[in-house]
C-alpha cells in the first residue's frame, strides 16, 4: 500500500491527505483504476475523492452464549 503526500488544488496549494497508509477505507464498485499487475499482486490506483469512508476498527462485541 502507499498514500500519496498531498494533493495540489487549482489554486496551487498543496494539501495535506486526509488517509494514511493502514487505513481501511470503503469505496465504490466502479472506482479507481487497476495498476498494470506486478509478481502477482493486484493494486487498484484511487484519488482520495472516490474513498466514501475511512473505516474505524470494529467495537468488540461480547460473544453471545
Do not use: H, N, W
Amino acid at each position: 500500500m502507499a498514500v500519496g503526500r498531498a494533493s495540489a488544488s487549482t489554486t496551487a496549494i498543496v494539501v495535506p491527505l486526509d488517509v494514511q497508509i493502514g487505513d481501511r477505507i470503503l469505496f465504490g464498485q466502479y472506482s479507481g483504476t487497476d495498476a498494470p499487475k506486478t509478481v502477482g499482486d493486484d493494486y487498484l490506483i484511487l484519488r482520495e475523492d472516490e474513498v466514501l469512508a475511512v473505516l474505524e476498527d470494529a467495537p468488540k462485541v461480547a460473544p453471545e452464549s
